[in-house]
């Protein structure tokens, strides 16, 4: 089976590289920049490095995964796909002229899936012939085991299907969610990170404090201040939005503190500097700084 994913981000390799891990799975992974596609096959690349360096793969394993991903741009690389998955930059118009691009390249019987984080699935297949689902993995895609296949308002029935049985082959649990903003995971876990921020402005505790009372006392792996870093502080910020502005329900409230940050350019991981100050490789909370 033949997957073209779109955009080669953090979240397109990691979904590349947890389809190309499984037998029976090729995978096109495009970008807008070939060069910008062969970066995310990189990125893949390191990753299985560092598990061959750590003795838990061959780099023979690791070539056989490398040589299932072929890179270039979607009007290439993906007439032949039976399944997108697009993992472009999460905009609702990017995604519908994405979609309308895809719609004359792939072959008729392919379906489209969208890795969007809280956009609406229907308003992104608006216009589009092919079949349109959810198909949300999350962060580092390779190791966790969900994916929430959400069905939008023109989603058929045997698309969603389909999905699920696909996200069976590579080892992830689908959970199936209609479409509602946030679908099940983000509408409970950003609300936290938000939370953690509120009680880190309002100098309750500490950022290491916060973290390590929700890794101890909820056995969490991570707690929500690096958790908020790891996804990023503008993802984390925009679907507070999205979820504010579907239900204008104040239980989702974007605290001011984490829009400041982003406005200050203070990202998480990404951008060097989020709660935490990621420089020289370091992890170090920025209460004090
Ligand atoms: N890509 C590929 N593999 C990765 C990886 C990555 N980016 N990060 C970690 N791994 C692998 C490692 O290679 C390792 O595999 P092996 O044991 O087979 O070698 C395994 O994952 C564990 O990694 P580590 O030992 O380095 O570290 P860890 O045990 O501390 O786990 C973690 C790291 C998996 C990230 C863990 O901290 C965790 O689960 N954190 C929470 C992540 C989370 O909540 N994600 C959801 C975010 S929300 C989201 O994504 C949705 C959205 O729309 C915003």
């Known amino acids: 089976m033949k997957i073209g994913v779109i955009g080669a981000g953090a979240m397109g390799s990691g979904i590349a590289q947890a389809f190309a891990q499984c037998e029976g799975f090729e995978v096109s992974l495009c970008d807008i920049k070939p060069e910008w596609a062969a970066g995310g096959k990189a ?8 598990r061959v ?11 056989v995964i490398l040589n299932r991903i072929t890179t270039g741009l979607k009007e290439d690389i993906c007439q032949d796909c039976d399944l997108i998955v697009e993992a472009a930059f999460e905009d ?5 002229k994405t979609f309308g691009e895809l719609d004359a390249i792939c072959k008729p019987e392919c379906v489209f899936t969208s890795n969007t984080s809280s956009l609406s699935i229907t308003a992104i297949a608006k216009n589009i012939k092919h079949p349109v689902v959810g ?8 190791v966790m085991k969900l994916v929430e296949v959400i069905a939008g308002v023109n989603s058929p029935a045997e ?14 649990t689908p959970v199936e ?7 099940i995971v983000n509408r409970i876990l950003i609300p936290e990170i938000n939370e953690a921020a509120f009680i880190k402005m309002e100098g309750v505790a500490t950022i290491a404090d ?3 009372a929700m890794k101890l006392g909820a056995n969490v792996p991570m707690g929500p201040l690096e958790l908020g870093d790891y996804i990023g502080l503008d993802i984390v910020v925009a679907i507070m939005d999205v979820m504010f502005n579907n239900t204008h329900d104040a239980k989702y409230r974007c605290c001011p503190l984490l829009r400041k ?24 909370a920025t209460d004090a700084q």
């Open 177 to 183: 969610v209609t479409e509602a903003a946030g679908f």
């Open 53 to 63: 360096s750590r003795g838990k793969m061959t780099q023979e394993a690791a070539d």
């Open 159 to 172: 698309a969603v299907q389909t999905v699920k049985e696909i996200a069976s082959k590579i080892n992830k």
């Open 135 to 142: 198909m949300h993995f999350f962060n580092p895609a390779p």
């Open 210 to 212: 916060i973290d390590a």
């Open 92 to 96: 609702l118009g990017v995604k519908q």
């Open 261 to 284: 940050m982003v406005f200050g350019g203070h990202l998480g991981v990404k951008s060097g500097k989020g709660f935490y100050n990621y420089a020289n490789g370091g992890k170090v």
């Open 43 to 50: 990125k893949i690349a390191s990753a299985l490095g560092k």
